[in-house]
């Protein structure tokens, strides 16, 4: 049985999307086969592995609304042991249209039931929102992974987050779990940096991850060249941290 995991942060701007990309592509290069599920009308997973979302038809939107199944949807091996479901800009319609469908928070999980067994791991990347693509990601995953930017203003939002993966697990999913809070764009110069991680770890019950991922510009560069930071600089900071926090993840069951 896969494991489904929703990365999630209705903050934009906190690694989220580098962190899907590159955290199923360090999994797969250790063997593990992954499937990567964008939610994202903004489609920056997708195009980060390089798939030109522009031109493609067979999308998380065709999905959703049952005109595509998922194997159609599914763009195997983009890397080795990693495959993608893709999503462009007409998953922002998604929304209203869903609006009619029964048991709409869960048009995603039934898809996906079809071919969860065939991967070790599914991970979801999720809008920067608490929408019903959120709700969708998180009926269809067994826990939420967090990323929060080492940042001033790291706390806003998160206590709402949180608040709403308890609700979906006690109204709509009761097998949802906090997999835990993982912290980006670490500067080990800076004193804020330090001091927003020790506030989080006295505030937070949760599990937060002991890698934490540095700012570093070959990873801010990656995605532009459509390839995670295990295939555009395996030799980086970037890649030795998700290559860490994937170590990690794999020793949770």
Request: charge should be negative.
């Amino acid at each position: 049985m896969g494991r489904v995991i929703a990365i999630a942060n209705q903050k934009g701007g906190v690694g989220k999307t580098t962190t899907a990309i590159n955290l199923s592509a360090a999994i797969a290069k250790k063997g593990k086969k992954v499937l990567v599920i964008d939610v994202d009308p903004q489609g920056n997973s997708s195009s980060g592995f390089g798939i030109d979302n522009k031109e493609i038809e067979n999308t998380v939107y065709e999905l959703m609304l049952g005109e595509r199944s998922v194997k159609e949807c599914i763009i195997p091996d983009v890397i080795e042991n990693l495959s993608v479901i893709p999503s462009n800009v007409n998953l922002a319609a998604a929304e209203i249209e869903l609006m009619d469908f029964d048991n709409k928070e869960y048009v995603l999980k039934n898809e996906i039931d079809w071919i969860k067994d065939q991967y070790d791991y599914i991970f979801i990347d999720c809008p920067p929102s608490l929408s019903m693509l959120t709700v969708n990601a998180m009926t269809t995953a067994g826990s939420v992974l967090v990323p929060i930017q080492c940042e001033y203003y790291a706390m806003e939002g998160l206590g709402q987050l949180i608040h709403t993966i308890n609700l979906i697990k006690k109204k709509l999913n009761p097998a949802l779990s906090m997999e835990g809070v993982v912290f980006t764009m670490y500067d080990a110069r800076t004193n804020l940096s330090q001091e927003v991680v020790e506030s989080i770890k006295e505030a937070l019950e949760e599990r937060i991850f002991e890698t934490t991922i540095p700012r570093n510009v070959r990873l801010a560069e990656a995605p532009s060249y459509g390839m995670p930071i295990c295939v555009y600089d395996p030799k980086s900071a970037g890649a030795e941290s998700y290559d860490n926090l994937a170590d990690e993840l794999l020793k949770i069951k």
